[in-house]
């Protein structure tokens, strides 16, 4: 019963977006966020809020995930910790240093937290979140004074795609037809 009150709340409305199919050639910031807005997108068609992230190590994607929270009834089930877990089992390493995580959005302070004990060099997000953001938009986990792990965090790839996406899904939502 309780899955179906949730289903209810978020209407299954057909996401109206297209995912990319970026070549293959340059495999760059801009190409790894394209394939972290096409999980977003699979969140979306799941019902989910949709948030997509990868793990990339060495150019290699070793981790890619949706976020899943609704459909698990988890409320740690983020898209970056989904992928964070998928590429520790991928390296069979804890540690996933060298590694990028790239996610949809700025990552609230959970996920911050995981990359932070995950030991990933790099956080690249599209757009910054100044309700949830763990990376500056609300706090600042990446810059805890007495923590020894330091990563690089870069913003603003992607940024006007991933934020309609979002936006549009919260105002189809709500029902909000305004333009
Ligand atoms: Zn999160």
């Not at 290699?60 to 949706?66: D, F, H, L, R």
């Not at 590694?99 to 790099?122: D, H, I």
Request: glycine share 8%; net charge negative; charged share 25%.
């Amino acid at each position: 019963m309780r899955e179906n009150y949730y289903r209810d709340e978020i209407p299954s409305a057909p996401c109206p977006f297209e995912k990319f199919y970026p070549s293959q050639l340059e495999r760059d910031d801009t190409f790894f966020m394209k394939l972290a807005y096409n999980q977003a997108i699979e969140a979306w068609k799941r019902g989910e809020v949709p948030v997509g992230a990868l793990i990339v190590l060495d150019g290699e994607i070793i981790g890619k995930a949706s976020n899943s929270v609704e459909g698990s009834g988890d409320p740690t089930a983020h898209a970056e910790i989904l992928a964070i877990s998928q590429a520790c089992r991928h390296t069979g390493d804890w540690r996933l240093s060298g590694a990028t995580l790239y996610v949809t959005k700025e990552p609230c302070p959970m996920c911050s937290g995981a990359a932070l004990l995950g030991r990933v060099s790099r956080v690249v997000f599209a757009f910054a979140d100044p309700n949830m953001g763990g990376l500056g938009g609300a706090a600042k986990i990446h810059r805890l004074p007495q923590s020894n792990h330091r990563f690089d965090v870069q913003e603003g790839i992607l940024r006007d795609e991933c934020l309609a996406l979002l936006r549009s899904f919260f105002e189809i939502k709500r029902g909000d037809s305004r333009p």
